[in-house]
T-cell receptor, first 115, second 113 residues
Framework: AQTVTQSQPEMSVQEAETVTLSCTYD???????LFWYKQPPSRQMILVIR??????QNATENRFSVNFQKAAKSFSLKISDSQLGDTAMYFC????????????FGTGTRLQVFP | DAGVIQSPRHEVTEMGQEVTLRCKPI?????LFWYRQTMMRGLELLIY????????DSGMPEDRFSAKMPNASFSTLKIQPSEPRDSAVYFC???????????FGDGTRLSIL
């Protein structure tokens, strides 16, 4: 079965600092997609970043970047220059590329950014 | 463009009552997903549709749950009869094509007393 593990239930960081959230997954497939979603207290689910497994280059979106290690099945999210608005739950999600469009979510990491 | 629209935003009802949650996907999105979020189980996919046809309903917990998509711009998730353990946040999401990021609605917080 395909699973997604986020081993850090909670993290905190000071404003303007850098923080890295961990995610590992288990799959036997060679091609798939990985996502990070953010859920602020308002409850919305907001896409942060997307990575395709066949692409070697790590995805980047402004202050957000990933460290994708395919062999290790690791997909961590780095937030640079943290802002108070980054306070949220962060979910890592996995989508196999064949046969299904199901998103499998991790349990989430609650990130608190302090002034 | 309007995003995924869900209604109601909050629903409180008594055990045994029928509950209907509604979703309007983004125009042009051929895939529609229903998720449930609870503290115990996290985010789990209940069912998804492609071009109004249910593709995978393996996540629907039991026969009390049903979902329909009568046309490309509307879907419902119905619980009948409702039970306290159905209390959760229910999200609807849509995407235009396969393997693309899903766009989520604001969710419906359902409380069954």
């Amino acid at each position: 079965a395909q699973t997604v593990t986020q081993s850090q239930p909670e993290m905190s960081v000071q404003e303007a600092e850098t923080v890295t959230l961990s995610c590992t997954y288990d799959t036997s497939e060679s091609n798939y997609y990985l996502f990070w979603y953010k859920q602020p207290p308002s409850r919305q689910m907001i896409l942060v970043i997307r990575q395709e497994a066949y692409k070697q280059q790590n995805a980047t979106e402004n202050r957000f970047s990933v460290n994708f290690q395919k062999a290790a099945k690791s997909f961590s999210l780095k937030i640079s220059d943290s802002q108070l608005g980054d306070t949220a739950m962060y979910f890592c999600a996995f989508m196999p590329s064949y046969n299904t469009d199901k998103l499998i979510f991790g349990t989430g990491t609650r990130l608190q950014v302090f002034p | 463009d309007a995003g995924v629209i869900q209604s109601p935003r909050h629903e409180v009802t008594e055990m045994g009552q029928e509950v209907t949650l509604r979703c309007k996907p983004i125009s042009g999105h051929d895939y529609l997903f229903w998720y449930r979020q609870t503290m115990m189980r996290g985010l789990e996919l209940l069912i998804y549709f492609n071009n109004n046809v249910p593709i995978d309903d393996s996540g629907m917990p039991e026969d009390r749950f049903s979902a329909k998509m009568p046309n490309a711009s509307f879907s419902t998730l119905k619980i009948q009869p409702s039970e306290p353990r159905d209390s959760a946040v229910y999200f609807c999401a849509s995407t235009p094509v396969r393997n693309q990021p899903q766009h989520f609605g604001d969710g419906t917080r359902l409380s069954i007393l």
